[in-house]
C-alpha cells in the first residue's frame, strides 16, 4: 500500500521504512517527522539529515527513520511492531520498555510528535525523549504526557513568519523532565551562511531558517545519541 505524499513526488511506502521489526532487545529507535509539504525522505530536509547522518555512524542497534507528519497511523504501526517481539499483535508489559524510544520533529512534524507520544501512552509505551523544533499543531502540542521521560523544545519568536510553540510543559514534573525551551533568532535584517538558501530559506523568515540552521540541527543530533547524564552539558553550550 502507498503512503500519499506531497509535493509531486514519489509516495512514501511502506516497504521504504528501513526499520526491521521487531527490532532486538535493547536497540534504539529514532523517528524524524518532517514538516508541512515537505517529503519524507527530502535529504536538504534537517530532520532527513539527523537521521542519515545517524544511519551513516553504523551504530549498533541503533535505528533512524523519517516520516511525514500526517503518517500517524504508520508511525504508531512501526513503533507496536518494533517492541512486539512473539509478533501477537498486542504489547505485553515486558515489551512496552524493550526497546529506547526517541521522536523529533520540525514545525507540524513537532506537533505530530506530541500526538504520537499522548498516543502511545496508551498503549503504556515510553517514550524516552522528545525534541520539537518550532512546533506548529492545532492540537496542544505544548503538554507532554507523562510517558515520556524527558522533552525539549526549539523556538524562535521572528516577525513575519510562522512561530512554533514557544513553551513546554509537563502534563506530570514527576514523570518528565522539560530540558528546556530554548529560543534561536534570525533577524530579517542579518546575512546566513546557511547551505542550499532557496527562495524558500531566504523568503520564509525565521521558521524557514531555523529548518535549515545546521547548528541546531547538530544540537538536537547530539542531544538523541548522548547518553542522559551527557544532556547538561550539551545543553550548556545552546545556552
Known amino acids: 500500500m502507498l503512503l500519499a505524499c506531497c509535493g509531486g513526488a514519489r509516495a512514501q511506502a511502506m516497504k521504504d521504512l528501513s526499520i526491521p ?17 515537505d517529503r519524507w525522505n527530502d535529504p536538504d530536509r534537517g530532520v532527513r539529515k539527523v537521521a542519515l547522518d545517524i544511519r551513516a555512524m553504523r551504530l549498533p542497534n ?20 518494533a517492541l512486539d517481539a512473539n509478533r501477537n499483535k498486542k504489547l505485553d508489559p515486558e515489551e512496552r ?14 506537533g505530530e510528535v506530541v500526538r504520537l507520544a499522548k498516543d502511545l501512552r496508551k498503549a503504556g509505551v515510553t ?17 507532554i504526557p ?50 542550499e538558501m532557496s527562495l524558500r530559506r ?17 544540537q538536537i543530533k547530539g542531544l538523541i545519541l548522548a547518553p542522559p547524564e551527557l544532556t547538561n552539558a550539551i545543553l550548556e553550550s545552546i545556552r
Open 21 to 37: 521489526t521487531p527490532l532486538p532487545e535493547g536497540s534504539t529507535l529514532i523517528l524524524g517527522f518532517v514538516g508541512g509539504l
Open 97 to 110: 520498555s524493550r526497546v529506547k524510544l526517541i521522536l523529533y520533529g520540525q514545525s507540524l512534524g513537532g
Open 146 to 195: 507523562p510517558n515520556v521521560k524527558r522533552a525539549v523544545n526549539f523556538y524562535q519568536k521572528e516577525v513575519l513568519t510562522v512561530r512554533g510553540e514557544d513553551y513546554i510543559q509537563a502534563m506530570d514534573p514527576r514523570q518528565t523532565k522539560i530540558l528546556g525551551n530554548f529560543r534561536f533568532r534570525y533577524p530579517v535584517w542579518s546575512l546566513y551562511p546557511l547551505p
Open 202 to 218: 531566504v523568503f520564509g523568515g525565521g521558521h524557514a531558517r531555523m529548518e535549515a540552521d545546521p547548528l541546531l540541527w547538530a
Open 62 to 81: 541503533v535505528y533512524a527513520e523519517t516520516l511525514a507528519h500526517f503518517r500517524h497511523r504508520e508511525a504508531k504501526r512501526l513503533v507496536l511492531s
Open 127 to 143: 517514550v524516552d525523549l522528545t525534541v520539537q523544533v518550532d512546533s506548529v499543531s492545532m492540537r496542544r502540542d505544548g503538554h
